[in-house]
């Protein structure tokens, strides 16, 4: 069965982040689904994954594979059995890509065409650390792997070549906008990393350039913390500090990979409490949220998750939608290359389908005539050697020609060829009918 | 036309102005409009002032009458405003000044034919500072309804996560908000109490009992209550944002009712307009 390129997900245009956060694919479920590729057994009578990666972001989830045309309901069973949900859940919130669409999204997303914030350089580091993962588990083969090297290569043509990523335009920037809405200086202000992941990295980054007086990262590995703290002249916390050191922070910007609620309602009060009312500016940036919503609805208490930081920045990105017009001419063109290299891939399968058609039919012919011959006496082995290497000689001359075509179609990556050759010689048809020339001899 | 009838009508105007370009300024976003909010409201201040100073030298406590005072409170509450202004630099505090001193101008104009002087009695010391420590503290209580009111506007499209326009960008934020909340009480409480302590010691010694159930009394004592109690939780407890916010508007609105509606429609020690009207 013919293999293709598919691509199934859901992203923020299409599901909320309760949605989101509930088929988040975390690393702990990668590997059931990884294997999944490379056990049979597994995919079952499904079966026919080539290659896959997942790709499990805050604002995405998407699952990138190399099958037949089973493909795309196989992965989505895969994934809801993963988590534990019905496939109906799910259904109405995916799309699914095949071919160059898929191809196109892919180069898109790379680039950052695709994300909340118009060109923010997160989800390239992201996307390399799921094919690096994919590599580990060994589920990435030829087509994949030279997918995702070209996407990366596009990503990298793309900020060069355009500003679609030249304003300070981020989650984490527009985090610290707002913050500044409610604080007004924040000379006097200090805020609380929790996750100490990349999204806390450039949070940190931000909220120092505006001018916080101190900074706390809190992470449930403390060296990582103390990583990040050093970089930024702050102080790690363990993890088990975070409700003591509350009372000491304006803003808190959380971004860990925790599936259950860090921070609840109930123990802001008594934090506020301890404040003395001084307001408070939570940023919730993890998917599953690691911030109980019900804190906003508290006085002087001001919470953004990942989803109301998108309105945000919507004024920030206008300049950036300019350029993206000339980044997404940029992904076009690559996609076109990368699709005239795939079906160039598919020519290996029609020379080889061409040397059996004309090896086949020479067969059938030299079977006919030692028939005729035999009809009328014994056939020696001499004239029975001077037919096959007539046989073989035949069919090599006749070969040549459209076997050269295809090498040279190959070399100037034209798809065109291989589908010619096989319209030409019908290979991808039932066995040819007897001449009808013939038939009348 | 004499120049005090010419100079409250162009005071009127200077105010309008004021108001015209605090508001035009903001929707248009134009920092040279609302740079000169501060300057036209100066302005109107030293005119205020000029035609209250000709009226006291030239008919001195005789010329106390309800027009002369509602000039008075709007000299206050344009001078507290500028004051506070120049401290903080925020003109969007002008669209709670210049409109206000706008009405008390335009109601001092339609009563202009009411001269009717306020009795002898009740323009002496402890009155004068009765009545000069009440309007300055209305100064500061506009302030704050002002600064509350744009606090609470501000704080609900955060709190709602409301897309945030250019036009909130361009007001304080809810910090200096917070603050200038925080100034308006710190002197507006106190001058209140002074002016309220001053009126039942002028009352004793004027009519031999400081309290007497007066309503204006009663409204008074009740706005003081609650004035004291913002005072007390803002300062003590440490309340911050948006229920002093929301406190110093109703404050405001309180004082409002008091000085129009009370001293208007109600028989009390302070009906000048009933007596007058």
């Known amino acids: ?441 | 036309m004499a120049l005090s009838e010419l100079v409250p009508i162009l005071v009127i105007h200077l105010y309008a102005l004021a108001t015209a370009a605090v508001l035009t300024g903001f929707l248009a976003r134009s920092a040279w409009l609302k740079g000169t909010v501060f300057w036209v409201l100066a302005c109107a201040f030293a005119f205020q002032a000029l035609l209250l100073g000709e009226q006291l030298f030239s008919a001195g406590v005789a010329g106390f009458s309800p027009p002369f005072y509602m000039h008075l409170l709007s000299l206050c509450v344009t001078g507290t405003g500028l004051w506070v202004c120049r401290r903080t630099s925020h003109e969007a505090l002008g669209l709670a000044v210049a409109p206000v001193s706008m009405l008390i101008c335009l109601a001092a104009f339609f009563l202009r034919h009411h001269q009717t002087p306020v009795s002898l009695p009740l323009a002496g010391m402890f009155f004068g500072v009765h009545i000069v420590t009440l309007f300055c503290s209305l100064g500061f209580m506009t302030l704050g309804f002002g600064g509350g009111l744009l606090f609470l506007l501000q704080e609900r499209a955060i709190k709602a996560k409301t897309p945030l326009t250019r036009r909130h960008k361009d007001l304080p934020d809810l910090a200096a908000l917070d603050r200038v909340n925080a100034l308006s009480l710190r002197w507006g409480f106190p001058l209140f109490t002074v002016g309220i302590l001053f009126g039942f010691v002028g009352a004793r010694l004027l009519w031999g009992e400081a309290f007497s159930e007066d309503p204006k009394e009663l409204v008074s004592l009740g706005l003081w209550a609650l004035y004291a109690s913002l005072y007390h939780q803002r300062f003590a407890r440490g309340w911050q944002g948006r229920k002093p916010a929301l406190l110093a508007v109703w404050v405001f609105l309180i004082s409002l009712f008091s000085l129009f509606v009370v001293n208007t429609f109600m028989i009390t020690h302070h009906s000048f307009f009933t007596a007058t009207l």
């Open chain 1, 1 to 441: 069965m013919e293999q293709h390129i598919h691509l199934v997900g859901l992203n923020f245009r299409t599901a909320g982040v309760d949605v989101r956060e509930a088929f988040a694919l975390a690393d702990a479920c990668l590997p059931s689904i990884m294997a999944a590729e490379v056990t049979d057994a597994a995919v079952g009578p499904l079966g026919g994954i080539d290659e896959l990666l997942v790709l499990s972001t805050c604002n995405r989830v998407e699952l990138l594979a190399v099958g037949d045309s089973d493909t795309p309901d196989c992965l989505l069973s895969l994934w809801a059995n993963a988590k534990g949900r019905p496939l109906e859940d799910l259904l109405p919130y995916v799309y699914r890509l095949r071919g160059a669409e898929a191809v196109h999204h892919l180069f898109s997303v790379a680039a950052s065409l695709d994300s909340m914030v118009l060109g923010e350089p997160q989800i390239l580091g992201q996307l390399k650390d799921a094919y690096r993962k994919a590599t580990q588990a060994k589920s990435t083969g030829i087509v994949l792997n030279r997918l995702l090297h070209k996407a990366f290569s596009v990503a990298k043509r793309v900020r060069t070549e355009t500003a679609v990523a030249a304003s300070a335009v981020s989650i984490s920037y527009a985090a610290v906008e707002l913050a500044k809405r409610i604080f007004g200086t924040m000379e006097h202000t200090s805020a609380m990393l929790i996750g100490a992941g990349e999204m806390a990295e450039l949070a940190a980054m931000h909220l120092l350039q505006a001018g916080v007086s101190r900074l706390f990262v809190v992470n449930r590995t403390l060296e990582r913390a103390r990583e990040l703290a050093t970089q930024f002249r702050g102080e790690a916390l363990p993890f088990e500090q975070l409700a003591d050191r509350l009372p000491e922070v304006d803003i808190v910007i959380s971004s860990t990979g925790a599936s259950e609620t860090l921070i609840r309602a109930r123990q802001i009060r008594e934090v506020l409490r301890r404040r003395k009312n001084r307001p408070m500016f939570f940023i919730d940036i993890a998917v599953p949220r690691d911030i109980d919503p019900d804190v906003n609805n508290l006085d002087n208490v001001y919470l953004y998750d990942i989803d109301d930081l998108k309105e945000v920045i919507e004024e920030n990105l206008a300049h950036r939608r300019d350029e993206a017009d000339k980044a997404r001419l940029i992904v076009t063109d690559e996609v076109d290359a990368f699709t005239r290299w795939l079906e160039s891939l598919a020519l290996q399968p029609t020379i080889m389908e061409l040397l059996d058609f004309f090896e086949a039919h020479g067969k059938d012919e030299l079977s006919r005539t030692l028939r005729r011959l035999g009809a009328q006496g014994p056939v020696d082995a001499a004239t029975r050697e001077a037919l096959e290497a007539l046989v073989r000689g035949l069919t090599r001359k006749l070969a040549h020609a459209p076997l050269m075509f295809l090498k040279q179609a190959q070399r100037e990556q034209d798809s065109g060829g291989p589908r010619l050759v096989r319209r030409l010689f019908n290979l991808d048809g039932q066995r040819p009918a007897r001449c009808a020339f013939r038939n009348k001899e």
